[in-house]
């Protein structure tokens, strides 16, 4: 923006500038005598062009740079609001959204290379009963520390998400086959 500036300052003295030195030089020699009050008026014509160029530039510039500024700030919402929205708050784990849609890109491009998909779903038996009986603070713990255990051996390419309970998973048993 500041360079915009700059060049548009720079035109509006140089042509104007320009424009006036020929002049000037016809004026000055068809008698010898130097004509001042037109040297003067063009230059000051020059003057106020390129005043009136950065008033008028920071009256545009300056509520553009802010509307640029926001715009940045909004699109960083909006990423941290993204991320945050596909994350499961208890574990760091991707949640069910998160794994429909990258369920949905692997298979879309596994299917596009002809390569096979592979998907582990691990179960965590009688869940329900750890709930019950620790509450659900000992049952966050659980799956924390199951998160923690399989996030470490956890390859670049690789991904894990919490996707929720039993009904959860029959409904992805049963939409792939297994």
């Not at 700030?73 to 959204?97: P, V, W």
């Not at 592979?118 to 659980?142: I, K, M, P, Q, S």
Request: aromatic content about 6%; glycine content about 8%.
């Amino acid at each position: 923006m500041r360079l915009r500036l700059f060049l548009a300052l720079v035109t509006m003295f140089a042509i104007p500038l320009g424009i006036a030195s020929p002049v000037i030089y016809t004026l000055s020699s068809t008698n010898g005598d130097v004509i001042l009050l037109p040297t003067l008026a063009i230059i000051g014509l020059a003057m106020v062009l390129g005043i009136l160029t950065v008033w008028l530039a920071r009256r545009v510039l300056e509520p553009a740079e802010r509307l640029d500024k926001a715009r940045l700030i909004l699109e960083d919402a909006y990423a941290r609001a993204r991320a945050e929205s596909l994350r499961d708050s208890l574990t760091g784990l991707g949640n069910h959204r998160a794994f429909q849609e990258e369920l949905e890109r692997q298979w879309v491009q596994a299917g596009r290379r002809n390569e096979r998909l592979a998907l582990a779903v691990v179960d965590l038996d009688d869940f329900r009963r750890v709930n019950e009986t620790e509450g659900h603070v000992g049952g966050d713990r659980v799956l924390v520390g199951v998160a923690a255990t399989l996030t470490a051996g956890l390859r670049r390419s690789d991904h894990i998400f919490r996707i929720g309970g039993v009904d959860m998973l029959e409904t992805y048993r049963s939409n792939i086959g297994g």
